[in-house]
């Protein structure tokens, strides 16, 4: 195939947004307070993954973008299925004024697939650990070092069909952090989580930008800080790109109780 010289971008910018950090520092609030509207670039419409526990309440979400949130739930049969068939469906003609889609969390689906993956014996060898009894819920089995490729996999897979939609992309993860390989020259390394370890490695290097979300104190709700850090914070990586050559946002962020502001700073300082 010959290969094409654009002359200009080949379309207008779309996000790509990994947001991660421990459970309830305000990932889930953030990614669904994007200001939406007939103008915005988010879009009129978020669509919002729900993959993980509960997010299909939408507790998380203020009330107020709730109108505009679209939720998705899986079955669960076939996750990879569900999952691509996510990632690649035409949303825009699905939902009118949909701008945004928001996968929470991208941690909790790869574990699924890796479940699946060790129960179906795919992937691992016979002798795979079962627990319970063949035929009932107890029933599963212990993933394998092959399921945990597979599941790794399969999540750059659904990451690569969710580059082609002409929508932005927020993708959330839990966080994680591990020790250096033997041998290595590297140091503890923290970044988003999903099965095994290598994930920490090479999912930040799938976006153009990675936040961390961090809740300074463990007091009450209402005197709780909660923080997003766009920069790299000791072992924790984040950052963003910009053609701006100087400024730039903050590299701890404190969320207003509407965190709507940190996504208007945001594009102010990715597009000008």
């Not at 969710?162 to 591990?178: C, G, S």
């Given at each position: 195939?010959?290969?094409?010289?654009?002359?200009?971008?080949?379309?207008?910018?779309?996000?790509?947004?990994?947001?991660?950090g421990?459970?309830?520092?305000?990932?889930?609030?953030?990614?669904?307070?994007?200001?939406t509207?007939?103008?915005s670039?988010?879009?009129?419409?978020?669509?919002?993954?729900?993959?993980?526990?509960?997010?299909?309440n939408?507790?998380?979400?203020?009330?107020?973008?709730?109108?505009?949130?679209?939720?998705?739930v899986m079955?669960?049969?076939?996750?990879?299925?569900?999952?691509?068939?996510?990632?690649?469906?035409?949303?825009?003609?699905?939902?009118?004024?949909?701008?945004?889609?928001?996968?929470?969390?991208?941690?909790?689906?790869?574990?699924?697939?890796?479940?699946?993956?060790?129960?179906s014996?795919?992937?691992?060898?016979?002798?795979?650990?079962?627990?319970g009894?063949r035929g009932?819920?107890?029933?599963?089995?212990?993933?394998?070092?092959?399921?945990?490729?597979?599941?790794?996999?399969?999540?750059?897979?659904?990451?690569e069909?969710?580059?082609?939609?002409?929508?932005?992309?927020?993708?959330?993860?839990?966080q994680?952090?591990?020790?250096?390989?033997?041998?290595?020259a590297?140091?503890?390394?923290g970044?988003?989580?999903?099965?095994?370890?290598?994930?920490?490695?090479?999912?930040?290097?799938?976006?153009?930008?990675?936040?961390r979300?961090?809740?300074?104190?463990?007091?009450?709700?209402?005197?709780?800080?909660?923080?997003?850090?766009?920069?790299?914070?000791?072992?924790?990586?984040?950052?963003?790109?910009?053609?701006?050559?100087?400024?730039?946002?903050?590299g701890a962020?404190?969320?207003?109780?509407?965190?709507?502001?940190?996504?208007?700073?945001?594009?102010?300082?990715?597009?000008?």
């Amino acid at each position: 195939m010959p290969i094409k010289i654009l002359e200009r971008a080949s379309h207008a910018p779309n996000e790509r947004v990994c947001v991660y950090g421990p459970p309830k520092t305000g990932k889930s609030r953030l990614a669904t307070s994007v200001p939406t509207g007939r103008d915005s670039p988010w879009g009129e419409k978020v669509l919002y993954v729900c993959a993980d526990a509960g997010s299909d309440n939408l507790r998380p979400v203020m009330t107020k973008y709730r109108g505009d949130i679209v939720p998705i739930v899986m079955e669960g049969k076939d996750l990879l299925e569900e999952s691509v068939e996510i990632a690649t469906k035409d949303w825009k003609k699905e939902v009118p004024g949909a701008g945004t889609l928001v996968w929470d969390t991208m941690t909790e689906t790869s574990k699924q697939l890796l479940q699946q993956y060790a129960n179906s014996g795919v992937f691992s060898d016979n002798h795979a650990v079962q627990v319970g009894k063949r035929g009932t819920k107890s029933w599963h089995t212990s993933p394998m070092q092959g399921d945990y490729g597979a599941a790794q996999n399969s999540v750059g897979y659904i990451l690569e069909h969710l580059w082609t939609q002409p929508l932005n992309i927020i993708v959330l993860f839990h966080q994680r952090w591990i020790e250096p390989k033997k041998n290595s020259a590297d140091g503890l390394m923290g970044g988003p989580e999903i099965c095994g370890r290598e994930g920490v490695r090479w999912i930040p290097g799938k976006f153009d930008n990675v936040f961390r979300t961090e809740r300074v104190n463990s007091g009450p709700a209402s005197e709780a800080k909660f923080i997003v850090h766009t920069t790299q914070r000791g072992i924790w990586h984040a950052g963003y790109r910009s053609n701006k050559a100087s400024g730039g946002l903050p590299g701890a962020v404190q969320l207003q109780p509407d965190p709507g502001h940190f996504w208007i700073d945001f594009l102010k300082e990715v597009r000008g």
